[in-house]
């Protein structure tokens, strides 16, 4: 299946590394979406994505320290500024206009060094105002997905796996809304669970709201009974056709009484191992799956259907 392939979605951003673990004047490499990448970040903090390869004669280029903010080929010697410019070539005064590494819009959010796919962005990812506010509390996980990034984000459309795969003691599930928010290039669908948790006299209704932003993250929201419970992002970043590295946040804003503040952290901890639990029953799933036949969907899945659609413009 086109959707399964080896082709990503183009115009769009990936999450790439931590950020907090990338030091001014460092940089590390990180090899997806079918390129050798660097990462890097300026004196100033800026971060920088490049091809990690000299447009010279093709060299590897060296990680790690940066040379006073530049990246110098370990083959002939040429100099490049993070921007992807030659600065110097030790043996020559005048520098060819196409002595450039390819770079890539870059940016920072949610934890994660971020690379867009294309030259300039056409849209922006959204910001989480929790993400960082005073009482909110964030965590930050990574795990590495026999699959295709694709199967990862039709998940978020596909209630009936709730009960199976994820053991969720789901009462009944409704596609309750799916929209196109043009600004993001996303799609946003919203199901509706009514849920029987066995320490609670009546059902609760759970509401995930998954927006797909350009065609390679999900930036959601959980509700309980209207109130909001954490929010979270879930970037996959593709490897090869068939592994994908899967970097995930969690935000939980503060709900509990100030004396009963120090429980937030221990929370959102215990959260994190839920959501990372869930993910592996996935897992288990996604690397059994034949990505090559026909499928049979009903009509009831019909979102599956959108969010395919939605990618297949990205390839
Ligand atoms: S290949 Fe990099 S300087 Fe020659
Ligand atoms: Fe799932």
């Known amino acids: 299946m086109e959707l399964f392939s080896d082709r990503f979605p183009r115009e769009s951003w990936y999450a790439l590394t931590r950020a907090a673990a990338l030091r001014r004047g460092r940089s590390v490499a990180v090899d997806a979406l ?55 070539i030790p043996y020559a005064e005048r520098i060819p206009a196409t002595a450039r590494i390819r770079s890539f819009p870059a940016e920072e959010h949610y934890g994660w060094v971020w690379m867009y796919t294309g030259d300039s962005p056409t849209h922006k990812l959204p910001d989480l105002s929790e993400y960082g506010a005073p009482g909110c509390v964030a965590r930050h996980s990574s795990i590495r997905l026999r699959a295709h990034m694709n199967q990862v984000l039709e998940n978020a459309a596909d209630p009936p796996h709730m009960s199976t795969v994820h053991r969720a003691p789901v009462l009944g599930s409704r596609v309750d809304e799916i929209r196109e928010i043009d600004v993001q290039d996303a799609l946003e669908i919203s199901v509706d669970y009514d849920m029987a948790f066995p320490w609670k006299r009546r059902s609760t209704r759970v509401r995930v709201t998954s927006r797909l932003v350009g065609a390679s993250v999900i930036v959601g929201t959980l509700e309980h009974d209207g109130a909001l419970g954490m929010r979270f992002v879930a970037a996959p970043l593709p490897i090869s056709a068939r592994e994908t590295l899967l970097h995930q946040t969690i935000v939980r804003p503060r709900r509990l009484p100030r004396a009963l503040g120090w429980l937030e952290a221990p929370l959102v901890s215990a959260f994190a191992q839920m959501v990372w639990h869930q993910t592996r029953a996935d897992r288990r799933v996604w690397a059994g799956q034949d990505l090559e036949r026909p499928r049979v969907l009903l009509p009831c899945e019909a979102p599956v259907a959108r969010i395919q659609r939605h990618i297949a413009r990205h390839l």
């Open 34 to 88: 079918g390129l050798r990448l660097l990462v890097a970040r300026e004196d100033t903090g800026r971060v920088r994505v490049l091809e990690r390869i000299c447009p010279h004669m093709g060299a590897e280029l060296p990680v790690g320290r940066l040379r006073s903010g530049r990246i110098v080929c370990p083959f002939h010697g040429w100099s490049f500024a993070l921007d992807g410019s030659c600065a110097a």
